[in-house]
């Protein structure tokens, strides 16, 4: 069974600055994608940005610049840098342990508002 933590969510005003940490358990990040998604009010989930077991990222292009998603396999545990945020950027922010085809694991969500 894998468990997926996140942290790190908060206020925070426009051009701000937030990282949120996911924490696996059951798995082990080095080993398969990771990502992060959001999902907004009355709009459907998102992907943010994504990391391979071996470091390639990805990200969305409404974050490509602003974001950066990383992760220290030592401590099983990715994180999601946040930087120049904006009011669109507000959101639920939910990790994500892809360890196959089907096979996709979600944690609880951390709410992230941005707003002066």
């Known amino acids: 069974q894998v468990t997926l933590v996140e942290s790190g969510g908060g206020l925070v005003q426009p051009g701000g600055s937030l990282r949120l940490s996911c924490i696996s358990s059951?798995?082990?990040?080095?080993?398969?994608?990771m990502g992060w998604y959001r999902q907004a009010p009355g709009k459907q989930r998102e992907l943010v940005a994504t990391?391979?077991?071996?470091?390639?990222?990805n990200y969305a292009d409404s974050v490509k610049g602003r974001f950066t998603i990383s992760k220290d396999n030592a401590k099983n545990t990715v994180f999601l840098q946040m930087n120049s945020l904006k009011p669109e950027d507000t959101a639920v922010y939910y990790c994500?342990?892809?360890?196959?085809?089907?096979?996709?694991?979600w944690g609880q969500g951390t709410q992230v508002t941005v707003s002066s």
């Open positions: 994500n342990a892809q360890l196959g085809p089907i096979d996709s694991y």
């Open positions: 059951g798995s082990r990040v080095s080993r398969h994608a």
């Open positions: 990391i391979t077991g071996g470091g390639t990222t």
